[in-house]
């Protein structure tokens, strides 16, 4: 009944086939959002406000998509961004993204909560593939301590800290359909944990609420990787972050799931990328956003408006949960294809050729 992933046009196709095809437990925790969904639809929806101004007459016979990245050379400027519990939708778990990664150069970021255990997912490594750590601080800093050093020592290039999740939101589709032990096969760690009101509740106890500015300092004094706090949503936030010498920020909702009626990614980077400006400080930090990509063009937008990259979670996810390894590998080519062509298009042939004078962005306010 499933059709080839060659019939697979676009990362949409392959959320249709997941809505279709998933095991309902699996396909509640990776779809929902927060309570109304409001900001999980709007994600994508905000895209829409912003149009492009194409260049003409520009020699675009070559086009070139590679970039870097926190320092890291990447084919793309997106990257496979931290989902928990991979095994819930493919029992292999998060190294097919590893290996799916390897095969079209683009960069992993490996969940605190992932089914495989830290280092199967290292050791799926090859080459010199570039893998980063997204990190829940636990209440306990030693077993952080351990977590953020054993990462660093297996080669991992920089570390995210999760800041949007002090507690984990409320995910009513994920808490109806409940959590499906067998499916999922996580660590040790993690099977303690109460899991009758659904996955996102269960895992929710690692997070320690207490966490803020003050442990920056600490986290710089453990750890040579660079530092990017991964959920910042206001302008003020971002200069904190340049003022405690992190080196990046990602801009992000955790994809609809934490805050609903957060404003998406789209949104906040207008707002912070002025403010950056303002102070002087757009060249000291590196600026990321998620949630909602779906289509070259988003990436483009992103890229224009000051973003230094994208991460994607669903699309892949979904790919990996219906085609496996060469459905995401699928999902990867085709959004080189989709950039490829629409930088073609707007007469831009690389990535720092992207800039502001792209995009007509006047409908997101920029406060
Ligand atoms: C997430 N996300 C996430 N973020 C994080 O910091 N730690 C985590 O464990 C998870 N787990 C997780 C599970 C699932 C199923 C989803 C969909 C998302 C958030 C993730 O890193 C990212 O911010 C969003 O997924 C981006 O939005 P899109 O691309 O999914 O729309």
Known sequence: ????????????????????????????????????????????????????????????????????????????????TATALGKLGNPEGEVVLTRAGYRENVIQMIPTLASCSFDEIVNARQGDQIQWLQLYVNKDREITRKIVQHAEKRGCRALWITVDAPQLGRREKDMRSKYDEQAANVQDDEAAVDRSQGAARAISSFIDPALSWKDIPWFQSITKMPIVLKGVQRAEDAIKAVEYGVDAILLSNHGGRQLDFARPAIEVLVEVMTALREHGYDDKIEVYVDGGVRRGTDILKAICLGAKGVGIGRPFLYAMSTYGEPGVVRAIQLLKDELEMNMRLIGATKVSDLDQSFVEASSIASH
């Not at 309902?24 to 309570?35: I, Q």
């Not at 994600?43 to 990245?69: E, G, Q």
């Not at 320092?71 to 793309?76: F, R």
């Open 1 to 80: 009944r499933m059709p080839p992933v060659s019939q697979c046009y676009n990362l949409l196709d392959f959320e249709d086939i997941a809505r279709q095809t998933m095991k309902k437990t699996a396909w509640a925790y990776y779809s929902s959002g927060a309570d109304d969904e409001i900001t999980m639809r709007e994600n994508h929806a905000a895209f829409h406000r912003v149009w492009f101004r194409p260049k003409v007459l520009v020699d675009v016979s070559k086009i070139d998509l590679s970039t870097t990245m926190l320092g890291c050379p990447s084919s793309v400027p997106f990257y496979i």
